[in-house]
């Protein structure tokens, strides 16, 4: 019913020329469709959308052992976000009867309304830009084994918590008294609202137990960056800190 809508929402999320969008695509696009909740986050979003499709395509445990649903390079065709989404709108609207009706709830309430909307994107708004242009293959590289070290026993299937966070942060030893915990616990908070609806409140306390995703990860840097190494971009002051207290860190 709704297919001429996809075709348009891949044309303008995915890669040009390609069948696909990237996860970082999707993150913007569950930010612009109001998807991310107090209860839904990003994370849990990538299991519902990515975790299946890669459990199809490696379904040998050892292999599929390796294999983030949070991992960047992740590539979600239509199908995936079909199935996805159909996955979402049964979580979300469980009282609703039919299968199809919970989908159809959550592409009038969430999907219409705003997928095609020509608002700027939230990395845009906050000044992080277009990531994969601003920061570097190997600054990508070395912040997911920074994620992934601190992501549980369940990684790569779990990610980063608010508690992981802090713990991956203290862990750099950053000098000069530039992180003191209070401005940490900011930090956290508004890492983790980054992508949040914007029809929830929001509130300074962080959430410990609440899971993140790498550029949720990454804006936390970029913020601590902006504090520590001074004048710049949010894009340029967490490319500094990387460079200074991570690379050397995860080798």
Same mark, same amino acid.
């Given at each position: 019913v709704h297919a001429d809508f996809f075709r348009k929402m891949m044309f303008k999320f995915g890669v040009p020329q390609s069948p696909y969008m990237t996860l970082r695509s999707f993150w913007l696009l569950a930010k612009r469709c109001e998807l991310v909740t107090k209860k839904i986050s990003l994370a849990e979003l990538d299991r519902l959308f990515v975790a299946n499709r890669v459990r199809q395509l490696y379904p040998h445990p050892r292999t599929e052992s390796i294999k983030s649903p949070? #991992?960047?390079? &992740? /590539?979600?065709?239509?199908? #995936?976000?079909? $199935?996805? $989404?159909?996955? @979402?709108?049964? @979580? /979300?609207?469980? /009282?609703?009867?039919? =299968?199809? @009706? =919970? *989908?159809?709830? *959550? &592409?009038? /309430?969430?999907? @219409?309304?705003?997928?095609?909307? #020509?608002l700027p994107d939230i990395l845009s708004e906050v000044g992080l830009g277009n990531l994969d242009q601003n920061v570097q293959t190997h600054h990508n590289r070395v912040l997911l084994k920074l994620f992934n070290k601190h992501s549980g026993m369940n990684c790569p299937v779990s990610a980063v918590t608010g508690d992981g966070f802090m713990q991956a942060i203290k862990s750099l030893q950053v000098s000069h008294g530039g992180t003191p915990d209070e401005f940490l616990r900011s930090v956290l908070a508004e890492s983790q609202q980054l992508f949040l609806s914007k029809k929830i409140e929001r509130t300074n306390e962080p959430d410990y137990e609440r899971e993140m995703v790498p550029d949720e990860f990454l804006y936390g840097i970029a913020l601590i960056g902006k504090r520590v190494c001074g004048a710049g971009s949010l894009s340029e002051v967490a490319s500094e800190f990387i460079d200074r207290f991570i690379v050397g860190f995860v080798r």
């Amino acid at each position: 019913v709704h297919a001429d809508f996809f075709r348009k929402m891949m044309f303008k999320f995915g890669v040009p020329q390609s069948p696909y969008m990237t996860l970082r695509s999707f993150w913007l696009l569950a930010k612009r469709c109001e998807l991310v909740t107090k209860k839904i986050s990003l994370a849990e979003l990538d299991r519902l959308f990515v975790a299946n499709r890669v459990r199809q395509l490696y379904p040998h445990p050892r292999t599929e052992s390796i294999k983030s649903p949070h #991992d960047i390079a &992740v /590539k979600l065709h239509l199908e #995936d976000l079909l $199935f996805g $989404f159909a996955r @979402l709108a049964s @979580l /979300k609207y469980s /009282k609703v009867p039919e =299968k199809h @009706l =919970k *989908l159809e709830r *959550l &592409v009038q /309430k969430h999907l @219409l309304p705003h997928a095609l909307s #020509d608002l700027p994107d939230i990395l845009s708004e906050v000044g992080l830009g277009n990531l994969d242009q601003n920061v570097q293959t190997h600054h990508n590289r070395v912040l997911l084994k920074l994620f992934n070290k601190h992501s549980g026993m369940n990684c790569p299937v779990s990610a980063v918590t608010g508690d992981g966070f802090m713990q991956a942060i203290k862990s750099l030893q950053v000098s000069h008294g530039g992180t003191p915990d209070e401005f940490l616990r900011s930090v956290l908070a508004e890492s983790q609202q980054l992508f949040l609806s914007k029809k929830i409140e929001r509130t300074n306390e962080p959430d410990y137990e609440r899971e993140m995703v790498p550029d949720e990860f990454l804006y936390g840097i970029a913020l601590i960056g902006k504090r520590v190494c001074g004048a710049g971009s949010l894009s340029e002051v967490a490319s500094e800190f990387i460079d200074r207290f991570i690379v050397g860190f995860v080798r």
